[in-house]
């Protein structure tokens, strides 16, 4: 099992910055993909990036590309979301997750984060 706890979030006007942290505990954190996911109010949950065990391969839907940076130290056990330039449509909670490979199910999930940005 693993435990996946965000923290991070609050309110900004358009433009501004945030950095979500997702910190994990129980099984060893390294082995996972991990990534982060939203849902805005009457929408469905979506992507919105990923990143490999070795930090060496993230991926980003096309919505946050270029404004949203993902990140992981594996010695803290803790992953993180950079995110830059946000405008409103970015008002989501975000969620925390992580999955055994590229190819299986995201299996573990975090409470999720409020994320406000006003115009």
């Known amino acids: 099992q693993v435990q996946l706890v965000e923290s991070g979030g609050g309110s900004v006007q358009a433009g501004g910055s945030l950095r979500l942290s997702c910190a994990a505990s129980?099984?060893?954190?390294?082995?996972?993909?991990m990534g982060w996911f939203r849902q805005a109010p009457g929408k469905e949950r979506e992507f919105v990036a990923q990143i490999t065990w070795s930090g060496s391969n993230t991926y980003y839907a096309d919505s946050v590309k270029g404004r949203f940076t993902i990140s992981r130290d594996n010695a803290k056990n803790t992953e993180y979301l950079q995110m830059n330039s946000l405008k409103p449509e970015d008002t989501a909670v975000y969620y925390c997750?992580?999955?055994?490979?590229?190819?299986?199910?995201?299996?573990?999930w975090g409470q999720g984060t409020q994320v406000t940005v006003s115009s």
């Open positions: 129980g099984r060893t954190f390294s082995p996972y993909v």
């Open positions: 997750a992580a999955r055994a490979s590229l190819v299986t199910s995201w299996d573990y």
